[in-house]
């Protein structure tokens, strides 16, 4: 399975949102040209985030995104799921009933096939990991890798661009 560009794009705002004073919004335009991703694309992404209520929108000349709900309570299979659907990652055509050598009537299955049941415990383990894992176990893990003097300048860039 692959995930599309959008899921890293919306978890790194995420993440940015999440660190803005309440009632500060982040424009699309301020979130793409910080993280260096087309502003058309990761706008369709911070609207499904949005629909997901995941963040908050605001229109007007101090308009743009803040994070909806408190990073601890916002899963990374939210995120995934918001940008990307729900819909699982197999999904069995029963091709075993295809085999030539079983009786004509015998055309429906009786049980889940091995592969089908492989398939759906993988997809449960990964959904169980990002289900398991918080956007504030990632901001935990972004403070641990950015020096400080890093993350300062990053909080500069982003309030001049406010202003």
């Not at 993440?15 to 087309?38: C, M, N, S």
């Not at 058309?40 to 997901?52: M, N, R, T």
């Not at 916002?74 to 075993?96: P, W, Y």
């Amino acid at each position: 399975m692959k995930l599309g560009n959008q899921v890293e794009w919306a978890i790194h705002c995420m993440e940015l949102l999440a660190r803005v004073p309440d009632g500060v919004y982040i424009p699309t335009k301020v979130l793409a040209k910080f993280h260096g991703i087309p502003k058309e694309y990761l706008s369709k992404a911070l609207q499904a985030l949005a629909l997901a209520k995941l963040i908050d929108g605001t229109l007007g000349p101090k308009g743009g995104y803040r994070i909806a709900r408190k990073p601890s309570k916002i899963s990374l299979l939210e995120i995934v799921e918001a940008v990307e659907g729900s819909k699982k990652t197999f999904h069995c055509q029963e091709i075993r009933l295809n085999n030539p050598c079983l009786p004509k009537k015998r055309k429906q299955a009786d049980s889940i096939c091995a592969v089908a049941s492989a398939m759906y415990q993988a997809d449960e383990a990964w959904r169980k990991v990002l289900r398991e894992k918080k956007l504030s176990d990632i901001i935990r893990g972004v403070d641990r890798q950015v020096p400080p003097e890093l993350m300062a300048a990053s909080t500069h860039w982003i309030q001049s661009a406010l202003d």
